[in-house]
């Protein structure tokens, strides 16, 4: 599973940072469309020759996204491994993996 956290002032006309319809569109076709049922480090030219660690895979979505948003910002990229272990990415950081427990 994947989170998305995009920052920002709210358009004041709209009341949103981005407009939610517009972000699954980007993820539908930047991350889904790409990666899905994908064998990654053979298939995603983002992760060639790289080993598809959690890191390594919410680091690529993250550049693959940051220049999509147009309005806000991309704050943070949360990509689950399992319903308990998580990797977080946040801008000019490396990932961090992180866990419930």
Do not use: S
Request: hydrophobic share 35%.
């Amino acid at each position: 599973m994947l989170e998305v956290t995009v920052a920002g002032e709210p358009d004041p006309a709209t009341g949103m940072v981005l407009d939610l319809k517009e972000l699954k569109d980007i993820l539908q076709r930047e991350v889904t469309d790409r990666m899905d049922h994908r064998f990654l480090n053979y298939e995603v030219r983002e992760l060639n020759g790289q080993i598809p660690t959690c890191e390594n895979i919410a680091r690529a979505i993250w550049n693959l996204l940051e220049p999509k948003i147009k309005r806000g910002r991309l704050h943070r990229i949360r990509l689950y491994e399992t319903p308990d272990l998580f990797v977080d990415c946040y801008r000019n950081g490396a990932p961090k993996a992180a866990g419930r427990g």
